[in-house]
């Protein structure tokens, strides 16, 4: 599965112009889920006012000018307090000689972002503020979740486009072109459902 979403990942840093790298070509035989799995780069990032956001959305990435990209794809998984605490393992990458020499892999200038993807936060928004402030507290810079990924890849698709050269997007495509999947509507009036006899 790990790498299913990597291909996800690397296809909406590209869909955003940005140039991705592999960190690493080969899996070392006890590499489970701790290392760095992209390095990214903007070659055009846009300035901002003031700070970019912890929790990124798409609109936020042409302000991210480089980033090291950590994918835990979890993806049955809601990152809850509870899950982070539970599971110290998931922040183990963070202190892996690695990963240090991860942080140089673009030169002088000004240091890379951390961006963490993660499955899903809570819904409730006060354990959602929680469970990101735990992932800020650990060093993570920045984090995406699969569903705004997700949503911007599909929504990105056009379906009378060719994407030849990939095998998700052409996927995507070719279901979008015979209406398996369909863009999001606005459903202001729904059928009512009829009672239960």
């Known amino acids: 599965m790990a790498g299913v979403s990597?291909?996800?990942v690397r296809e909406f840093f590209e869909l955003h112009d940005f140039v991705v790298r592999q960190y690493r070509k080969y899996v070392a035989a006890m590499r489970g889920d701790?290392?760095?799995?992209f390095l990214v780069l903007n070659p055009a990032p846009i300035p901002g006012n003031g700070p970019l956001p912890f929790l990124l959305e798409s609109g936020d990435l042409k302000r991210v000018e480089r980033a090291l990209v950590v994918i835990k794809a979890w993806h049955t998984e809601?990152?809850?307090?509870?899950?982070?605490?539970?599971?110290?393992?998931i922040f183990r990458f963070l202190q892996k000689k690695s990963f240090q020499q991860a942080l140089?892999?673009?030169?002088?200038?000004?240091?890379?972002l951390k961006i963490m993807i993660i499955p899903a936060l809570p819904q409730d928004t006060q354990l959602r503020?929680?469970?990101l402030e735990f992932i800020r507290a650990q060093g993570i810079d920045a984090v995406i979740t699969?569903?705004?990924i997700l949503a911007e890849v599909l929504n990105q698709v056009e379906p009378n486009r060719n994407y030849q050269k990939s095998d998700l997007l052409q996927t995507i495509r070719i279901l979008k072109q015979y209406s398996f999947l369909?863009?999001?509507?606005?459903?202001?009036?729904?059928?009512?459902?009829?009672p239960k006899k």
């Open 6 to 8: 990597e291909t996800i």
């Open 78 to 89: 809601t990152f809850s307090l509870g899950v982070l605490t539970s599971n110290p393992d």
């Open 129 to 131: 503020e929680k469970s």
């Open 34 to 37: 701790d290392e760095v799995d």
């Open 182 to 194: 369909r863009d999001p509507q606005l459903e202001l009036f729904k059928p009512k459902r009829s």
């Open 146 to 148: 699969f569903r705004t």
């Open 104 to 112: 140089t892999a673009f030169g002088e200038g000004k240091p890379a």
